[in-house]
């Protein structure tokens, strides 16, 4: 059985009627990657865990401010995605990474590699230690949050320790998971990280409108509190905020998007 050819351009998703995807493939049950799958890869890559930190952009930035910021950020996420996918359309580039050496050559390329790879692990981090704190708690002391875990075994045990469950989340979900060849692979995983971060989304909207109706909710601030250097300088940590929020670019938009998609953002101009 021959293996199909590969290079550094060869998309992770290969096309349906992609002539390169040979008859071993496609019968080894891949047989491209489907609309709805695309579309939960996507999604899950633009809303991640960054919405649980969008409203700090409110706090520090003002409510009027940090509304416009956000809407500001969105447009030009919408603008740079638009970019890239004409622009590997005229230059016949297949990934994000073809993109860059196409414009500027291998280096480029390989600054890219490294900047995902340096995001990629700083949300790992991040991750783990949000998993971290919501299930094994967070403080010591008499500030000792207790996690979900310690609750559930009514106090702290040696399994539900942070070291322990961080070690098993590890094994159990994120190894089995990075181990996919394709990220079409990933599109039930992806379908259910849509579906509660939309749960998410539907209980604290749930939970402000109840105390907004209980008259709990003060005013909230409209104005950034700008009163000496420090505070100045503490604005601009709404930044890895929004990036971390909006950032999808990285999985590159013929590496997810069916022809179909592409086609309707390009549209008919």
Same mark, same amino acid.
């Given at each position: 059985?021959?293996?199909?050819?590969?290079?550094?351009?060869?998309?992770?998703?290969?096309?349906?009627?992609?002539?390169?995807?040979?008859?071993?493939?496609?019968?080894?049950?891949?047989?491209?990657?489907?609309?709805?799958?695309?579309?939960?890869?996507?999604?899950?890559?633009?809303?991640?865990?960054?919405?649980?930190?969008?409203?700090?952009?409110?706090?520090?930035?003002?409510?009027? *401010?940090? !509304?416009? =910021? %956000?809407?500001?950020?969105?447009? +030009?996420?919408?603008?740079?995605?638009?970019?890239?996918?004409? @622009? $590997?359309?005229?230059?016949?580039?297949?990934?994000?990474?073809?993109?860059?050496?196409?414009?500027?050559?291998?280096?480029?390329?390989?600054?890219?590699?490294?900047?995902?790879?340096?995001?990629?692990?700083?949300?790992?981090?991040?991750?783990?230690?949000?998993?971290?704190?919501?299930?094994?708690?967070?403080?010591?002391?008499?500030?000792?949050?207790?996690?979900?875990?310690?609750?559930?075994?009514?106090?702290?045990?040696?399994?539900?320790?942070?070291?322990?469950? *961080?070690? !098993?989340? =590890? %094994?159990?979900?994120?190894?089995? +998971?990075?181990?996919?060849?394709?990220?079409?692979?990933?599109? @039930? $995983?992806?379908?259910?990280?849509?579906?509660?971060?939309?749960?998410?989304?539907?209980?604290?909207?749930?939970?402000?409108?109840?105390?907004?109706?209980?008259?709990?909710?003060?005013?909230?601030?409209?104005?950034?509190?700008?009163?000496?250097?420090?505070?100045?300088?503490?604005?601009?940590?709404?930044?890895?905020?929004?990036?971390?929020?909006?950032?999808?670019?990285?999985?590159?938009?013929?590496?997810?998007?069916?022809?179909?998609?592409?086609?309707?953002?390009?549209?008919?101009?």
């Amino acid at each position: 059985m021959s293996l199909p050819t590969t290079s550094s351009s060869t998309p992770l998703l290969a096309s349906k009627t992609d002539s390169s995807v040979d008859e071993d493939v496609a019968h080894g049950g891949f047989k491209g990657s489907s609309f709805a799958s695309a579309i939960f890869n996507l999604s899950t890559t633009v809303v991640g865990a960054g919405i649980m930190a969008l409203p700090a952009t409110q706090k520090q930035l003002g409510l009027p *401010l940090g !509304l416009v =910021t %956000i809407v500001f950020i969105g447009i +030009l996420t919408d603008s740079s995605l638009e970019l890239l996918v004409r @622009f $590997s359309n005229s230059c016949k580039a297949l990934s994000y990474g073809a993109v860059m050496e196409s414009s500027f050559g291998h280096l480029g390329r390989t600054l890219l590699q490294v900047c995902i790879i340096v995001n990629n692990l700083g949300l790992l981090i991040v991750y783990m230690i949000i998993i971290g704190d919501v299930l094994s708690g967070t403080g010591s002391g008499t500030s000792h949050h207790r996690g979900l875990l310690e609750l559930w075994a009514d106090g702290a045990t040696w399994w539900n320790s942070r070291v322990v469950v *961080l070690f !098993l989340t =590890t %094994i159990l979900i994120l190894v089995p +998971l990075v181990s996919f060849k394709r990220v079409d692979s990933l599109k @039930f $995983s992806s379908a259910l990280s849509v579906a509660l971060a939309i749960v998410f989304v539907v209980i604290m909207a749930g939970i402000a409108i109840a105390k907004l109706v209980a008259g709990k909710i003060p005013m909230p601030r409209l104005l950034p509190d700008v009163h000496d250097q420090y505070s100045f300088w503490k604005l601009f940590t709404v930044v890895p905020v929004m990036v971390t929020a909006y950032i999808c670019h990285h999985n590159g938009i013929k590496l997810v998007l069916p022809q179909i998609l592409i086609g309707y953002l390009l549209g008919p101009w």
